[in-house]
């Protein structure tokens, strides 16, 4: 019986993954600073990701291991965090033969691509955040070409789903739209925007662990290829629910003088090259293989509601 492992476990990655993962041939282990169990067959292994003894504890034993954690969103935690957490893994999966799938993100591509985003596209971060999703990306790919593992990167646009409690477009302008609240957005609401359903994501990482040929390399995750606008994307809602289409956008100039007071908006300031311009993250490669196609924006919009 093979076990795998999930690291983050809690997460709404790791919940989504822990549900489609199950089955007669493996046993599932939830593990984070405070697992809970996802199917009553679940084991928890209570461990802290920057602590090594508790990382190689945690993946003993494990066939395949899946770092979806997430750490807060502030630049200095993960300058001092990330680098730590994928150093304990990579060796811990390296000590025990485990494989190992690291869900990322986009931040670490150069900017001016993204209008068209691939798996080839160059990572040349403008982002502090993202100078650090590119380091440790780095890390696992130098340990893969050093055969020190077998390992593969996922990685997904902005995500979204039923009960995404950190998805933006859920708390910014569906969670908002249902209680009939004004949609939110930030710096442009009509560039085309690309959006990953978390359901689709789970299930694509679970599926691609399970292929021998999909290993030491990178895969796009299932995203709509219509790439609907913040602002299409009201219009659908706004039928649905029968409430306004408006869309407050928060213009540069305000993000700056809220955040004096919302640090997430310091946060995101950074990053607004993913929202003042079109963002076209494409994973043709993942449906060109295995034919893994993503869920059309409605109909995950719709499970949303």
């Known amino acids: ?20 993962l199950p089955s007669s041939s493996r046993q599932i282990r939830l ?43 502030a630049t200095k935690t993960w300058k001092s965090q990330w680098p730590i957490v994928m150093k304990n893994v990579i060796d811990a999966c390296a000590a025990h033969h485990a494989k190992l799938v690291f869900f990322d993100n986009m931040y ?18 403008s982002s502090e955040k993202g100078k650090v999703r590119a380091e440790i990306a780095q890390m696992l790919m130098e340990a893969v070409e050093k055969g ?23 708390i910014s302008v569906i969670e908002r739209m249902k209680v009939g609240k004004k949609a939110q957005w930030l710096y442009e609401k009509d560039k085309r925007q690309s959006f990953t359903y978390i359901p689709d994501a789970a299930k694509a990482t679970a599926f691609l662990a399970q292929q021998a040929d999909a290993w030491d ?47 997430v908006l310091r946060e995101v300031k950074e990053l607004s090259y993913q929202m003042d311009r079109d963002f076209c993250f494409h994973s043709e ?14 109909s995950g919009l719709l499970e949303c509601l």
């Open 108 to 125: 670490a591509y150069d900017h001016n691509y993204v209008g068209d985003l691939h798996e080839d596209t160059p990572m040349a971060p």
């Open 285 to 298: 490669k993942l449906q060109k293989k295995y034919g893994l196609a993503p869920t059309p924006i409605n």
């Open 217 to 263: 390399q990178i895969w796009h995750l299932p995203t709509d290829g219509t790439f609907p606008t913040v602002q299409e994307i009201v219009n659908f809602l706004s039928k649905e629910l029968n409430t306004s289409n408006k869309v407050q956008v928060l213009s540069p100039l305000m993000i700056q003088l809220l955040g004096a007071f919302i640090p």
């Open 148 to 170: 020190k593992i077998q390992a593969m990167i996922v990685r997904a646009a902005g995500f979204y789903g039923p009960k995404a409690t950190q998805s933006f477009l859920n």
């Open 1 to 20: 019986m093979e076990t795998h492992t999930i690291l983050g476990a809690n997460g709404n990655i790791g919940i989504h993954l822990a549900k489609i």
């Open 31 to 73: 593990s984070s600073r405070n697992p809970q169990k996802i199917n009553s067959e679940d084991k928890l292994v209570p461990a802290d990701l920057l602590k090594a003894e508790e990382v190689n504890d945690a993946i003993l034993g494990t066939h395949v291991a899946y770092l979806v954690a997430g750490l807060p969103y």
